[in-house]
């Protein structure tokens, strides 16, 4: 221990409180609600799964419903050949108006068309995956669709999918 | 968020490093001490924000700074006990002209550190010196003899 101070430096007991400025009674619940918002994950990231289905297929998405400007996140579609015959071509297409407000784009397997991926011989009751990895670029709510058809055919399975990318 | 309890944890970790290295080092910089300031931020920087280089983990990340500030600095203020705990409490250099040797090795506060503080509060000799009090900002200072009082032999208060 520090040797004590002599008494008379030292200052007298007295009550201690708390006061606040007026502002402060504004500002500081402000100031502390951001980080207890984000504790319970506010401002993290949030996931969705949507599902659609048509006469043969059944498309599945898992895909970011919010996240942060350069974060890279990565949507997951997943299709069932629900039909009892194999299909040639399935074709899986992402809203250009949703995904160009992403940069670094990649998509697994590669695209064969912009934004579209072909994936080819889907025996009945196989599913298929198909990955899309998105960086967040542009701010804001970025809303678009994901559609799956077989190759030829107007019948589509669509998912809407809307993503809020925060600055 | 993560970015909430990395910032917590590295307050808190900091906070108590700097206790542990003493007052003295809060006010001054010693070469030893300079290098520590300018490491410090760069190691810790990967770690509070990782690859997240957002606005919003930005704000989330200083107003978690703030708060804990606030929060530590007003329970510091509330709680006399958890003050001297996080701020530490003055200790005493010198009393009534002779150096407490005790303190100044425990603060690793040399003769001629102090000599030179006396010098710049305008004190020649350590027996004009009635108390140096090592304030818990790492400043020292001093309170003067009154002409009127007793002074130590000089051979007891000399500050080599």
Redesign the interface.
């Known amino acids: 221990m520090s040797q004590e101070l002599p008494p008379t430096l030292q200052v007298p007991g007295q009550r201690r409180g708390l006061r606040f400025h007026r502002f402060q009674w504004v500002a500081l619940p402000l100031m502390l609600l951001i980080p207890v918002l984000a504790l319970f994950g506010v401002f993290g990231e949030t996931w969705e799964r949507a599902d659609d289905a048509n006469a043969v297929l059944r498309l599945h998405v898992e895909y970011p419903t919010r996240y942060r400007y350069k974060q890279i996140n990565t949507m997951e579609v997943s299709l069932e050949n629900v039909s009892d015959s194999p299909i040639d071509t399935v074709v899986v297409s992402f809203d250009p108006a949703y995904v160009r407000h992403f940069s670094t784009l990649t998509f697994i397997p590669s695209p064969t068309e912009p934004f579209e991926v072909e994936l080819l011989d889907v025996a009945p009751g196989e599913t298929r995956l198909v990955w899309a990895e998105l960086q967040g670029e542009r701010y804001g709510r970025h809303r678009g669709a994901i559609d799956a058809y077989q190759a030829g055919s107007l019948d589509t399975a669509r998912v809407s999918v809307s993503t809020l990318i925060l600055p | ?1 993560e ?3 990395r910032v917590g944890f590295v307050y808190l970790f900091i906070l108590v490093l700097l206790r542990i290295m003493g007052k003295r080092e809060l006010s001054q910089l010693a070469p030893m001490e300079l290098v520590m300031l300018i490491l410090i931020p760069e190691l810790v920087a990967q770690a509070l924000v990782r ?7 930005a ?2 990340a200083v ?2 700074l ?2 804990l500030v ?2 530590t600095s ?1 329970l510091a ?4 006990r958890f003050g001297e705990i996080v701020e530490g ?4 250099l010198v ?1 009534q002209g002779k150096p ?1 040797s ?2 100044m090795d ?2 690793r506060i040399p003769a001629e550190e102090i000599a030179a503080e006396m010098r710049k509060a305008g004190i020649e000799r350590l027996e004009d010196v009635k ?1 140096a ?1 090592l304030e818990t900002g790492g400043r020292i200072s001093f ?1 003067k003899r009154e002409p009127s009082e007793d002074r130590p032999p000089p051979d007891e208060g000399q500050v080599e």
């Open positions: 968020m970015t909430v309890l690859e997240d280089f957002s606005m919003t983990n704000v989330v107003t978690t703030t708060s606030f929060i007003a203020h509330k709680f006399k409490k003055p200790s005493l009393d407490v005790e303190t425990r603060e108390w009090v309170i």
